[in-house]
Structure formats: structure tokens, C-alpha cells
């Protein structure tokens, strides 16, 4: 009796752990179709906006959300971002500083969202001559464009380690640490 309890039990949970699993493949939608929620990453991407009145920090993903900082674009050198997650094109920021200057000098530290294509990385010449982008977030996948050690991306979203981001038209994914976020140098 106790056999076909357990055989029982060991199905539910079967069933259970397949029906609330997700497909590795299908887990994250790409920055452009977002599924709902947040994407987590751990990346870092420098600040590219020229505007004179600096780039805003929101509170939330969006163009109408309310304003909770600036990252100035006068008298810095350059200005580094650390991302930890995604929605859509917005990207959460938890610390920017300034890099280059005198002394670097913090200019936002907490919670906060900008628009991604404000922000930017450079390829490493650091592997025969550039940086794959890949078409998923995997070094398996194909490699759609190879950014060379002085070219520019837009940061278009992130995941995990990875960065979305485009670079002449293209868009693909770079791998952990293989962008350079400097502003000031290509890393190489």
C-alpha cells in the first residue's frame, strides 16, 4: 500500500516541477518585447547623452515617470553606470560616479531607471580583434557582429552578465566582461 502512495506522490510533484518550469530558451524575452517584470543583470555602461541639462534617473521604466536625479554632463570627464536590471529599453542603475576627473566622485547612489540608448560601452580588442555580439545571450549562439576595440555600442537592455546592446544597425548580445564601460579608454 505504501508503494502506490509514493509512485502517487512522486507524480504530483513531477507534474507540479514540469508544469512551473520554464524553458531556458523562452525564460527571458528579448529587450524589444518585454515580458512583464524585470529583467536582473549585473553590467556596467557609461553615460552618452549630450544634453546640456544632463540625463534624468526616474523612479520607474518610462518617459513620464517622476525625475529622483540627474547625472550631470558638465565639468565630469565621463560618467560610469552600474546596471541591475532591464524593462524594455529602460535600464535600473543603483550607482553612477564620475570617471577621469580629479577625484571620482559619486552621483547617484540608490534605485533608479534611465533610457538605455542614452548609454554606451566599447568593444575589446582583448580576442582576435574584437568583441562578438551574439544572437542570444550565449557564447552557443550564433555571433551576428564583431564590435573592434575602438567601436561604440547603445546599450539597448541587459541580462544576467550579458549586455543587449546595438552597434552599426546591429543588434546582439556581448558577453559578461567582454564590453568595455569605460568612457575615457577601450579596456584593450
Known amino acids: 500500500m505504501k508503494f502506490p502512495l509514493m509512485i502517487s506522490a512522486v507524480t504530483v ?14 525564460a527571458y524575452a528579448a529587450p524589444q518585447s518585454p515580458a512583464p517584470g524585470v529583467a536582473r543583470c549585473d553590467a556596467e555602461a557609461y553615460v552618452m547623452d549630450k544634453d546640456p541639462n544632463g540625463l534624468n534617473v526616474r523612479a520607474t521604466p518610462g518617459k513620464t515617470s517622476k525625475i529622483i536625479g540627474n ?25 553612477a560616479h564620475e570617471t577621469g576627473g580629479e577625484v571620482d566622485r559619486s552621483l547617484f547612489d540608490g534605485v533608479g531607471w534611465v533610457f538605455g540608448p542614452l548609454l554606451g560601452a566599447n568593444g575589446m580588442a582583448i580576442t582576435k580583434g574584437g568583441t562578438n555580439l551574439y ?7 550564433q555571433v551576428v557582429v564583431r564590435v573592434p576595440g ?21 543588434k546582439g548580445w556581448g558577453a559578461p566582461s567582454t564590453l568595455c564601460a569605460n568612457p575615457l579608454t577601450t579596456c584593450v
Request: glycine letters at 14%; aromatic letters at 8%.
Open 71 to 95: 547625472l550631470p554632463n558638465n565639468d565630469v570627464e565621463g560618467i560610469r553606470v552600474h546596471l541591475t536590471g532591464a524593462s524594455g529599453e529602460w535600464v535600473r542603475i543603483d550607482h
Open 135 to 141: 544572437q542570444d545571450h550565449s557564447i552557443k549562439a
Open 150 to 170: 575602438d567601436g561604440g555600442v547603445v546599450v539597448r537592455g541587459c541580462y544576467g552578465g550579458w549586455m543587449y546592446v546595438e552597434y552599426m544597425g546591429v
Open 13 to 26: 510533484c513531477a507534474i507540479l516541477l514540469l508544469s512551473t518550469s520554464r524553458n531556458p530558451a523562452t
